[in-house]
């Protein structure tokens, strides 16, 4: 049995990491990503198949090059970090290595020679098309399956080196028996070397589905644990806010009897323009929001607090009573951490009058419709149709919105980020009315 034909090789590394680009969101798409991945295909066929006589000892160059090119793919192509890439690109060369010897295997179970007649050489094409595309359906099914959204997880340093040891041992024990034929663990005869190959390259792929899935289990639950620290501050604050309101709403109902009273007794004019000052003075603590939701105005009395320190204008149109069937930390994580994010980016814009925050509830059929939209300067990165930080609070910002998306979901809704015109910004939230 001679090797694998290059060329086979080359398909199977290229098929390896087009499905993790395809599986990973937030990747290049459309026109520009079929002009790379060809461009790819054709660069990486060729290398491999010109490189096909070497010497043993330019063979390891050779792959750790063509190892090299995945690497970049993957992490251009699918806008991976350099970790992330690192990571999947050991899981790609594994699950290439694991197609190509599979599918030779049973090129010769059913072909027997590598000498074909042309009739023959068409079907064993074919026979290679249907084993990658099984092979490959089969790796992106269990990626979805182990990974679910998490196809998009970020990863460690410890995470990248276990996943390269792991790739490392498995090309090593898989390749053994062609490079090393004197050793207690090479096989000898050429169906059994290619056994080797295949079922240690099958080890090293489920090594590296259970490391992924334990993984992705310990970030699900690091993830959950803090949208839910992110929700409990919200709701704080929201207490902190009701409290506020609480002591504002007896000072001012107070104050204003007093003043009733004296002014009632009061005989020198001066004494009156002095409550009357005072009077002024008092409205500036009147509530000024009365939605209908307690939760929500609490949390509106905090933010327009914010929104005057930071010189910002903010509006709202509101119907809180719809709000009435959401729990109230549902209530706090949505609207705290939408208007904390608008409230962080138009806080930094230079002009002030273009420091503008709007808001809109209301009923649209059988559905609450929320939007805040505010005035963006530059575009805001989109990542499947979410925003991302890039900044240092990333991962803090992240989950910010992370536990929007929660509270949405739970009650079977859609959130929406999206550039209107030349410089807004929208988000918009649609939930199916429920039973109080």
Not at 8 to 25: D, F, V
């Amino acid at each position: 049995m001679p090797d694998i034909p290059r060329f086979s090789t080359a398909l199977a590394e290229w098929c390896a990491c087009m499905m993790y680009c395809l599986i990973l969101p937030g990747g290049i798409r459309g026109k520009k990503m079929a002009a790379w991945s060809a461009l790819f295909l054709f660069v990486l066929t060729a290398f491999l198949v010109m490189t096909d006589d070497v010497s043993r000892l330019l063979w390891l160059p050779c792959m750790l090059a063509a190892f090299a090119s995945m690497f970049a793919f993957i992490r251009y192509i699918g806008r991976q970090n350099l970790i992330n890439a690192v990571y999947y690109t050991m899981r790609a060369i594994i699950l290439a290595e694991f197609a190509a010897s599979l599918e030779w295997q049973l090129h010769f179970f059913f072909f027997g020679t590598p000498v074909l007649t042309p009739a023959l050489f068409c079907l064993s094409i074919v026979h290679m098309l249907i084993v990658y595309a099984a092979v490959f359906s089969a790796a992106a099914f269990v990626e979805k399956s182990i990974g679910g959204e998490g196809a998009a997880q970020s990863y460690g340093t410890q995470d990248a080196l276990a996943a390269a040891l792991v790739a490392a041992g498995t090309f090593a024990f898989s390749n053994l028996s062609f490079l090393m034929h004197n050793t207690p663990f090479s096989a000898t005869v050429d169906r059994d070397i290619f056994m080797v190959r295949t079922l240690a390259d099958l080890g090293g792929l489920m090594i590296l589905y259970a490391f992924q899935s334990r993984t992705g289990k310990l970030q699900a639950e690091r993830e959950l644990e803090r949208i839910q620290t992110v929700m409990a501050s919200q709701y704080e604050n929201y207490r902190n806010y009701q409290e506020s309101i609480d002591l504002i709403n007896f000072k001012y109902h107070d104050l204003k009897h007093q003043l009733a009273g004296l002014r009632s007794t009061a005989d020198p004019k001066q004494r009156s323009d002095a409550l009357e000052a005072m009077e002024k003075e008092l409205e500036e603590y009147r509530p000024e929001q009365q939605t209908g939701s307690l939760v929500l105005d609490a949390i509106l009395a905090g933010k327009t607090a914010q929104c005057k320190k930071n010189g910002i204008s903010l509006t709202c149109v509101a119907d809180g009573s719809l709000l009435s069937f959401m729990h109230v930390s549902d209530v706090c994580s949505i609207f705290g951490n939408a208007l904390d994010n608008a409230i962080e980016y138009t806080s930094l814009l230079d002009d002030p009058h273009k420091r503008m925050i709007h808001m809109k509830v209301a009923g649209k059929k059988n559905f609450l419709f929320i939007e805040i939209s505010n005035y963006c300067e530059n575009e805001i990165p989109l990542r499947d149709g979410m925003p991302y930080s890039t900044g240092r609070d990333g991962r803090i910002h992240g989950y910010g919105v992370k536990s929007m998306q929660y509270a949405v979901r739970k009650y079977g809704g859609t959130i929406q980020y999206a550039h209107e015109g030349k410089h807004l910004f929208v988000l918009r939230i649609l939930i199916p009315m429920q039973p109080k």
